[in-house]
Structure formats: C-alpha cells, structure tokens
C-alpha cells in the first residue's frame, strides 16, 4: 500500500465533537467518519483493525468448537412477541413496519433467532452441545450514542450461542467459552481482567464481563489486591464485618433533631460517626414502594436490590412520593412503625443501638435494633462496595479500577428455549428444553478500547497483533534517487515476505511524515534516508518504546519479519 494512493484522511486538529482519546485519534488519524448519530463509517484503516480483530476471534472460536454462521439482522415481531421482549425490550430496539404492514425490527441481539433456527432443525440429543456465532452489524438504539465506536447505534458485535442436553453441559460449555475469551484478548494484546458479573435470575458465578484495563472506562471494577477475585460494582460483594461483642441492647430513646436531615447534618449534631446512623430510602420497585436500610455511610447497589426484590426497576422515591407514600418528610423517615414493606443491607442487620429517623419531622430514635424495634422482610447485600471493603475471599484489601466492557459471557438456561417452546428428545424420549449460554464480543469497541488503553500524546500504540498495518516504511529522500531506488526495494522485499507495509513515499517534508506514523499507531517505522546515504543502513523504531535500531538494508526484512513473529506469539 502507497501512502499517497491511500485512503486516509487526516486531520490536523482534534474535531471539537470527540470526548474521549480513542474517538479523536480515530478520527484525526482518518480510521472512522460519522455518518449520524452513533453511526459510522470505517474507512480502510479503521476497517483492517476490526478484521485484525475478527481474525483472532474467529479462530479462538473454531478452536474451542463453535460454528460460524451469518444470521438476518431483519427480525420479524412475532418471534420477539413469543420471547416476550417485543414488550419488554423498549425503545433500544429499532422497531419498523414494511410494505405489508408487517411489523419487524433490527437485530441488537439473535437468541429468538437463534433459538427458532435450532428448534427447527434440531430434534436429538445426539446433537449436542452445539455452539454457532455470527460476526454481524448490531443495531441498538442507544439513548446517548457516544465516544465513537465505544457506544455507537451500529456496531459489530462477535455473538455466540450454545445448546447443551443439560445443566452440567452447559457449564462445561461456559467454562470453555471463558478460556477462549481470554486467549482472545491475551492475543489482542490487552491488559484486561475477567470480572463476575450480576447473571440476574440465572444465579451462580455464570456471568463474566471482560474488561480492558483503562483510565478512561465506564465501568468500575472492584478487584482484590491480592488474590484473583475481581468482580463489577453490580455483582462485588465485601468482607463482612465481625458481629459486635455482646453489646447489652439500649432503651429506645427519641430525640430533637431540628432541622437535620442530611447523615452529615444528623451525625454532627448528635456527635456521633455516620457509621452508627441508620438511612431509610424509599425506593418504587416496579412502581410499588419499598423501604430500604442502609448503614449512614453505604450507597445503594440497584442491581442487587432489584434482585432481592426480583423486580425489573427500583427508582428512588422523590421528596412528594415519600411524604405521600409515609406521611413523613424525607431526613426523619426510619423503620420504627413504618407501614410499607422494609429491606436491610446485611450490616444494618449487625449494628446495635443506631439512629434512625423517628417517622416524624425534626425527631430522630435513638438506641434502635432490629428485630426489637422492627422487622424486615428480607436482608441482604444490597450496598455498592468502596475501596475501604475487604476481599471477600481472602481479606486484602480491595481496589476499584476502570474498565470498558468489550466482551459479556452468560449461562442462560432455559429462559428462551422454554418461551419459544425449543426442545430435544433425549435417549429416553422424553421432551427436554435446550440448556443455553450466549456469548458476545463488541468488536469495533475492543479496537476503541485497545486505544484508550495505548496511546500517548502523539497518537495511538496499536498493540502488534491487532495493528492495521504492521510496519510504515518511509521514504525521506529528498531529491535523492538512490534513497528512493533503496526505499522501493525494501519495500518490495516486504511485500515478498507478506509482511503488512505501508510506504509513505509522500512529497512531504520528514517532520510531517514522522508525525503521520506516530498518530496512526503503526508498530514499527522503517526510515530510509540520511543514515542510508551515509553507511547504507536502515533505521527501525518501534513506536511503543521509541527504540532505534539501524541495520544494513539486506537484513532489515529478516529482522523485522523476527519482531513480528515474536510479538504475535508472545501475545499467546
Ligand atoms: P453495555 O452495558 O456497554 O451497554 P451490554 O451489556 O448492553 O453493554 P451485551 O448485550 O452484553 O452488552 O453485548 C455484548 C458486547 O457488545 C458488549 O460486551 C460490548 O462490548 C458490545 N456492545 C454493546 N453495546 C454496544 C454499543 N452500543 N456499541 C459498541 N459496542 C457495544
Ligand atoms: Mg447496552
């Protein structure tokens, strides 16, 4: 490829639109273009990542035995209507009517189709486990479609899904996936970390998010400094702390508080640390209302409250919906006596002589302990965990780093074969429901991701196995045709070698080239100039060090075809 036949339109300036380093260099170094909101263009740089990309995915799927395939991406609505999520998925789906008046949508995900494919066509348990995947465009009407190819509306997505006769099957299956996920983004060449993820009804560890390592990611992953627990803020859960020794349980007291609402307010005034104060949330789960019991200076985790109360959606409750629903102004609410279902985060169930709100304005109790003074319905996990929290498996201390999410596994079960009714006979005759798993990749957000992780203030670092060109030959000659004559060569003993070169052979001063290679991430630049017109060698710099090296031209394809082997399979 000819630099100055290329496609690859650079842009000196950072486009104001782009928030985050990855969407910048992709646009400033010509990767990708915005068509509209959330939809974009990759142009044939940015394109050759995501095949890079596909590559790997593709042949660490073949090896751990899954099929490809290529499924529509035109869904009809009466496959979505017989899942249920016709309904339930909301406005994401990109719903459509043709010219028969016949309602269909664009696919964000296939289990219908997927489901109804394997349904038709599968009838034995001799079949299994079977395991298919699609690289294919997604369509997902994203509410903010941002950061580029980081949450775009259209986007390509690696999805996978797997059938098995039963349960043990089925996580056997999973547990193959995850070894596989982890081959692809060790040969990516990312720093990443498997985390536990909320698998919602389905329970059990079944559900992982991979996640790339950055400054820069959405996602906060709590990981132990120590051992290899790792887990999202959805699904971490914390050391407990010990039950306290014998403490004799106080008379209830209430008490003036006038005018504190706020845990800070409440705890300064009566001297005391909001790690004895009790907070009552009243939250809608699914629009009914709920009380919630935390300890003054923990945080609400939806997800698991929402599972503990096995509802879709909790919203915390506004300052008119609590007075309406309590009677009480929100900062004196507590669980003494009040009248709607109550909850508790574990340590609340722990603490002994708290405070509490007294379920009347400008009083809080005082000396309050469950069970004497109130039950609840249920107790359980239910707060976000901090960076003070302990490991839950080995007691070190636990960190929060961040993270992009660019792969999800999840163990299924049964919930889609038994909505679409998809069944096997197994050796007795008996009618089974597939055991499902489904597995995805965001493959053009692992190309987003690979560059928020490396980049540095000259452009992006493109790790090797997954650069879009592995080696950018430069041609600095000047008016000097021997120079040109050895640049040429070169780079038609590249070529021979099948090895991926670029050769900017531009009418364009070194400085301008020099920064072109650099923005575009190219692993190794390979100069042909002042030091080829002196003592006949050619320079290498490999971009994410910056190291040089200068050899004779007649070993330099030897030496660069080394690099390459050894950065591919390093990455193994
Ligand atoms: P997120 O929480 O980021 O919205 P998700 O849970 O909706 O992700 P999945 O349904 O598990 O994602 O999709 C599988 C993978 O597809 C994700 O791990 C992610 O890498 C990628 N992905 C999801 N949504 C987008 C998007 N809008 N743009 C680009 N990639 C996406
Ligand atoms: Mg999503």
């Known amino acids: 490829m000819r630099f100055s036949q290329s496609f690859i339109p650079t842009l000196k300036e950072t486009p104001a639109e782009a928030e985050v380093i990855s969407h910048q260099l992709m646009l400033r170094a010509g990767f990708i273009r915005k068509l509209t909101s959330g939809i974009y263009s990759y142009l044939p740089l940015g394109l050759a990542a995501i095949r890079k990309v596909e590559q790997i995915v593709r042949e660490e799927m073949n090896r751990a035995g899954a099929q490809e395939l290529l499924l529509p991406m035109v869904q009809p609505a009466e496959l979505w209507e017989e899942s249920g999520r016709w309904q ?8 459509f009517t043709d010219r028969h008046e016949r309602q269909s949508c664009l696919g964000p995900t296939h289990e219908e189709v997927i489901t109804d494919l394997v349904r038709k066509n599968i009838h034995s348990y001799r079949r299994l486990p079977l395991n298919l995947y699609q690289i294919q465009t997604k369509f997902r009407d994203e509410i903010r479609p941002r950061f580029g190819l980081m949450r775009g509306r259209e986007f390509i997505m690696k999805d996978a899904y797997s059938f098995d006769a039963d349960d043990k099957g089925a996580s056997a299956t999973y547990e193959k996936m995850r070894r596989a996920y982890e081959r692809i983004f060790s040969r990516c060449g990312l720093k990443f970390r498997a985390v536990e ?24 992953i709590v990981a132990c400094t120590k051992c290899s627990y790792a887990a999202n803020m959805e699904k971490a859960r914390a050391m407990e702390s010990p039950a306290p020794d014998n403490i004799e349980p106080k008379p209830l007291e209430k008490i003036e508080t006038p005018g504190k609402r706020k845990v800070k307010a409440v705890t300064q005034f009566l001297k005391i640390s909001p790690k004895e104060l009790v907070k009552t949330l009243v939250f809608l789960a699914d629009g009914r209302p709920v009380a919630v019991l935390l300890r003054g200076d923990h945080e609400v985790q939806e997800v698991k409250l929402c599972n503990l109360l096995g509802v879709q959606e909790v919203e915390l409750a506004d300052d008119k919906e609590v007075y309406d629903i309590t009677g009480v102004p929100t900062g004196y609410l507590g669980p003494v006596g009040l009248k709607i279902p109550l909850v508790a ?29 109130f039950t609840v319905e249920k107790s359980a996990d239910l707060r976000m965990i901090t960076a003070e929290d302990c490991c839950p498996l080995c007691g070190a201390k636990l ?5 992009i999410e660019v792969g999800h596994i999840f163990k299924l079960g049964t919930v889609y074969s038994k909505a679409l009714n998809a069944c096997f006979l197994d050796n007795e005759g008996n ?21 928020e992780q490396n980049h540095d203030k000259d452009g ?6 997954i650069a879009p060109v592995q080696v950018i030959l430069l041609n600095l000659a000047g008016k000097d045709d021997k120079i040109t004559a050895a640049a040429e060569s070169l780079y038609q003993e590249l070529l021979a070698d099948n090895i991926e070169v670029i050769l900017d052979e531009r009418d364009e001063r070194p400085g301008v080239k020099f920064k072109d290679a650099d923005l575009l991430g190219i692993p190794l630049r390979l100069m042909v100039g002042k030091s080829f017109a002196k003592e006949g060698k050619v320079e290498i710099r490999t971009r994410k060090d910056g190291k040089v090296t200068a050899l004779p031209l007649a070993e330099t394809t030897a030496y660069v075809r080394k690099i390459i082997d050894q950065e591919l399979t390093s990455a193994e």
């Open 399 to 403: 960190e929060l780093t961040r993270g």
């Open 197 to 220: 993820a909320d698998s919602g009804s389905i329970g059990g560890n079944f559900s992982h998010e991979f996640m790339v390592l950055a400054d820069t990611g959405e996602d906060t």
């Open 431 to 451: 009618e089974i429901p597939f055991v499902m798993g489904c597995y995805g990749i965001g493959v053009s957000r692992v190309v987003a991701a690979a560059i």
């Open 460 to 465: 992006m670092i493109f790790p090797l196995p």
């Open 88 to 95: 339930k998925y909301g406005p994401e789906l990109l719903r």
């Open 345 to 373: 985060d574990l340590e609340v169930m722990k603490m002994v002589n708290f405070t509490v709100g007294a379920n009347e304005k400008n009083f809080h109790s005082q000396n309050v302990n469950p069970n004497r003074d």
